[in-house]
C-alpha cells in the first residue's frame, strides 16, 4: 500500500475510532483511552517533521473539536510529535542517518515499549494538567495519567499484535 495512503488511512481510522468509540468510555471514572496518539509513533521517522506537527495538530484538533475541550488535545498531541525525535535518539540512540532505514518493527520490544510509554505518559500527563488546572488535584492528574496511560498502553500493544501478525 502506498505510504501516504496508509497514513491518510491511520489518520481517519483513529480519528473516528477515538471520537466515535473511544471517548465515551471511562473506566472507574478515571480511566479514558486516548489511542489517537499512535498515530505520532506510526508515523514514518524519514518524513519531513513539519508535516508530522502538521498532522498531529490537525489531528488533536479535530479530537478537541468532536470532544468539546478546548484545544487540549492538540496541545498535547503537538507537545508530543515535537518531542518525539528526542525521545527516538535517547531511546534508540540513532542518528540522523539512520532515519531512512528505520522501522519500529526491527527493533527489540523493550526499546518500543520505553519510546512508547514515554510519549504516551508525558502526552497523558499534559492533558490532564490542562484538564484540571490546579495543584489543588495533583493527585488527579496522577491517578488519571497512569490509570489511562496503562489502558491506552494495553490496548495499542494488543491491537499491534493483533494486526502485525504473521500468518
Do not use: E
Given at each position: 500500500m502506498n505510504k501516504t495512503l496508509y497514513l491518510t488511512f491511520l489518520f481517519f481510522f483513529l480519528l473516528f475510532l477515538q471520537v466515535l468509540i473511544l471517548n465515551n468510555i471511562l473506566l472507574f471514572g478515571y480511566v479514558n483511552p486516548y489511542l489517537y496518539i499512535?498515530?505520532?509513533?506510526?508515523?514514518?521517522?524519514?518524513?519531513?517533521?513539519?508535516?508530522?506537527?502538521?498532522?498531529?495538530?490537525?489531528?488533536?484538533?479535530?479530537?478537541?473539536?468532536?470532544?468539546?475541550?478546548?484545544?487540549?488535545?492538540?496541545?498535547?498531541?503537538?507537545?508530543?510529535?515535537?518531542?518525539?525525535?528526542?525521545?527516538?535518539?535517547?531511546?534508540?540512540?540513532?542518528?540522523?542517518?539512520?532515519f531512512d532505514f528505520f522501522t519500529l518493527e526491527q527493533e527489540p520490544f523493550g526499546k518500543i515499549f520505553n519510546f512508547t510509554v514515554i510519549l504516551t505518559v508525558v502526552h497523558h500527563f499534559i492533558l490532564f494538567s490542562l484538564t484540571n488546572f490546579s495543584f489543588h488535584n495533583f493527585s488527579n492528574v496522577i491517578t488519571n495519567t497512569l490509570l489511562s496511560s496503562i489502558f491506552t498502553l494495553v490496548l495499542y500493544f494488543l491491537g499491534s499484535f493483533i494486526f502485525s501478525r504473521k500468518q
Open positions: 499512535v498515530f505520532v509513533f506510526l508515523f514514518p521517522f524519514k518524513k519531513k517533521r513539519f508535516s508530522l506537527l502538521t498532522l498531529s495538530f490537525l489531528l488533536g484538533l479535530f479530537v478537541d473539536f468532536f470532544s468539546n475541550s478546548g484545544g487540549i488535545h492538540a496541545f498535547a498531541t503537538l507537545f508530543i510529535a515535537f518531542i518525539r525525535i528526542y525521545i527516538f535518539r535517547m531511546v534508540f540512540q540513532k542518528t540522523d542517518t539512520d
